[in-house]
C-alpha cells in the first residue's frame, strides 16, 4: 500500500499565503492612497517611482498568496486539481505588445498615469514568461495541474527570491578571499615579463582575464539564483510522476521568479543607471524564456537522480553547471565577447539603435537575439525529447584534450588577431615584431 504524501507542506502553505495576503492588502491601500495623500508634497513622478515599488509587493501578496491560500486548502480537503492550460503563447506576446506601446505612450505623456500605468508595468513584466511556459507545456501536452503550477510559480517568486537574496550577500565574499587574488597574481606575473609598460603583454593577456569576469558574473547571480529556483521543485519530488513533469515544474518556478527580477530592472534598476522603461522592459522581453529553461534543466536532473545511483552526485553537478554556464552567458555574454576579440579595450561597441528611448549598440541586440535563439533551441530539444519519452542526458559532454588544444589554436590564430586588427594593438605588434 503505497504511502500518501504528508499535508504539512499544505499546511505551512495556506500560513505563508495568509501572511502574503495580508502584506498585499497592506501595499493596495498604499498603492491607492498615495497619489491622494502626497499629491501636494511630491512631484508625480516620485509618487510613480513608490507605486511600482509597491506593484511587487501587490503581486507577491495578494496573487501568490491568493494562490497559496486557495491551493493549500484544496489539498488539505483532497480536493483533485485540473490539467493547467494557458492560452497560446503568442497571445501573451501580443498583450505584451500592447502594454509596451501603451506603457510607453503614458510615461511620454502629460497624462496622470499614477493609476494607469503600475498595472501596465506588472503586464510587462509578467506576459513574456508566460508566454514561454504556454508554449513549453503545450509542446508537453499538459503535463501538471494548476495547484503543482502554481504553488511553484509562487515557490518561484517568494522562496526563490529570499534564499537568492541570502546566498547573493555571501558568494561575492567567497568570490572575493578565493578568486579576486588570482587577478592580481596574472596582473602581477604580466607586469614582470613587461615592466617597461609598453602594453603589448597586456593586450595579448587581455582575452585569458575573461575567466575572471565571468567567475564574478557567475557568483554575483547564476550560482545563487540556479540553487535558489531549484528549490520548489525539489521539495516536490514527492509528487512528481514523471521527466515531464519535474521539467514543467521547474519552468513554472523559473518563471515565477523571473518576474520579481523583472520588476527590479525594470523600475528600481532603470532609474538608477538611466534606462528608460520600454527599452529595458523589450530587452528582458526578449530573453524571458532563460529563467524557466534553466530552472528546468536543473529540475528534471533532479528527477533523474532521485534513486541516487553511482554517479549521481557529478551528473546532477554537471547539470547545475550547465544552467550557472547559460544564466552566465545570458548575463555576461556581451562583455565576454568584448573581451575575447579585445574590443572592449580598444575599440567602440559599434552603431546604436534607439529601443523605446534608449540608445542600445547593435552588438548588444545582436548577442541578445542570439543568445535567446540559442535558449529557445536547447527549450525545443528538451520538450521534444520528453513528449517522445526519450531519457537523454543533458549532462554536459566531455571535452576531449585534441578539442581544447584546437580551441586554444584558435583561439591565438584568430580571435587575438582579431582584436588586434580591429582595435588598437595591430601597430604596436607591428613594432615589436618590424623594428
Known sequence: MSKKPSKILAYLVVLFGGLMFLSGIAATIGYLGLPVILRNDFISETILGIQIGEMGTIFW?????????????????NKPSSSLRLPPFY????????????????????????????PIFLFGAALPGFAALSWA???????????????????????????????????????????EPLEYI???????????????????????????????????????EEFAKALGPRIM?????NEAQAFALGLASGAGFAIIENMLYQGVIASWSGWTWGGITALRGIGAVGHSLWTGIL?????????????????????????????????????????????????DAGPELSVYGEYITFSLIFILVAMTAFNWWILARITANLAQDDASDLALAQVSPRILAYWALASAAIIIPIGAA?????????????P
Open 299 to 347: 529540475a528534471l536532473a533532479i528527477y533523474r537522480e532521485r534513486a541516487r545511483t553511482s554517479g549521481w552526485f557529478g551528473r546532477l553537478l554537471r547539470a547545475y553547471l550547465t544552467s550557472v554556464g547559460l544564466h552566465t552567458l545570458w548575463n555576461g555574454g556581451y562583455m565576454a565577447l568584448f573581451y575575447v576579440v579585445g574590443l572592449e579595450y580598444y575599440a
Open 91 to 118: 497571445i501573451f506576446y501580443i498583450f505584451f505588445a500592447i502594454a509596451l506601446g501603451l506603457g510607453t505612450a503614458l510615461l511620454n505623456s502629460d497624462f496622470p498615469n499614477e493609476y494607469l500605468f503600475p
Open 61 to 77: 501578496g495578494l496573487i501568490g498568496g491568493t494562490l497559496a491560500i486557495f491551493h493549500g486548502l484544496r489539498s488539505i480537503a
Open 237 to 241: 519530488r514527492s509528487r512528481i510522476q
Open 137 to 179: 507545456l503545450g509542446r508537453l501536452n499538459w503535463p501538471i495541474s494548476w495547484r503543482q503550477g502554481a504553488l511553484n510559480y509562487v515557490s518561484g517568486n517568494t522562496l526563490s527570491i529570499s534564499v537568492t537574496i541570502l546566498l547573493g550577500s555571501i558568494l561575492p565574499i567567497i568570490f572575493y578571499l578565493l578568486i
Open 422 to 434: 580591429l582595435g588598437g594593438a595591430l601597430p604596436e605588434i607591428k613594432k615589436i615584431l618590424f
Open 186 to 224: 596574472v596582473g602581477d606575473f604580466i607586469y614582470f615579463i613587461d615592466p617597461g609598460t609598453s602594453g603589448f603583454f597586456e593586450r595579448v593577456f587581455y582575452s585569458p582575464m575573461l575567466i575572471f569576469y565571468l567567475l564574478y558574473i557567475a557568483f554575483q547571480a547564476p550560482f545563487p
